[in-house]
């Protein structure tokens, strides 16, 4: 108690030497001015940081943001969309390839369906990241043909009406999707066997009852198209052209790892390639 009397009596001494010398209380006002100054840039970037994570993620990805706008459009009592996504859609359904590859910009491309607001988006975003950055830039990166490309759709975009958009893109291209839970389609690629995914896992997120209404996929999930001459095949085995793997996750215990993932499947190697089992 001595010891915190003697401190109590020394800032108390401080105070009545600052509060009795007139001098020094402007000095204290100006440097109390200027350590706010200095400080409001390391209070700014630790109030970013708190958002830093879902920001980034989202700002990435809206880069490659593939329109729903006009999804909703309706003629004569049905819906007729004509949004970008259901353009790219009725191509890629139509086996249009030159239309597709035209309107991506790209023969080999990346196909993102993500939701804004959710965490596990996070995880794609840190891998398809550094697999974009280090694109025919590092080692281990290099040799990758084409160029890097990605589309971007949010499932979750609503209108004015809080109406999901994707849904109704959904119902619209419902065959297209249903096309993709094909058990001897995707599941028979190199990637679904050599990972162990079975049939279920593509009907449960491309296939729903049209009373649902409702697209049942989960996000993150991404498709690799490659409509490359030498990836073409015959229509009983690639029943949408273009379309090589679709994965459910990207798995990696680092962005890195994430990357080589994205890289394998880009280049149609190692799991990508040849069934392991």
Known sequence: MKVLSAIGRFFARIGRWIKETAW????????????????????????????????????FFAQYRLSLNNADNIKDGASVGSSDVDKFLTYVEDGERDQVTKMVGAERFFVAFIQ????????????????????????????????????????DTTNDDDENLFDMVWINHYSLFETMSDGNYLPLTPYATNNDIGADKYEKNFSASESEEKCPMDTPLMMYFDYTADNW?????????????????????????????????????????????
């Open 116 to 155: 804004k607001e959710s965490g596990s988006s996070k995880e794609l975003y840190e891998g398809i990241k550094e697999f974009r950055d280090n694109f025919n830039r590092n080692d281990e990166f290099l040799g990758l043909k084409g160029k890097f490309k990605l589309i971007t759709i949010y499932i």
């Open 24 to 59: 020094i209380q402007p000095l204290l006002i100006v440097g109390a001015i200027f350590a706010i100054i200095f400080a409001i840039p390391h209070i700014i970037n630790g109030v970013k940081g708190w958002f830093s994570s879902s920001d980034s993620t989202n700002a």
């Open 233 to 277: 095949f015959d229509e009983a085995d690639q029943k949408v052209l273009g379309l090589s793997d679709v994965l459910f996750s990207v798995d990696g215990n680092s962005k890195l790892e994430k990357a080589y993932l994205l890289r394998d499947c880009w280049s149609h190697a190692d799991k990508f390639a040849d069934y392991k089992h």
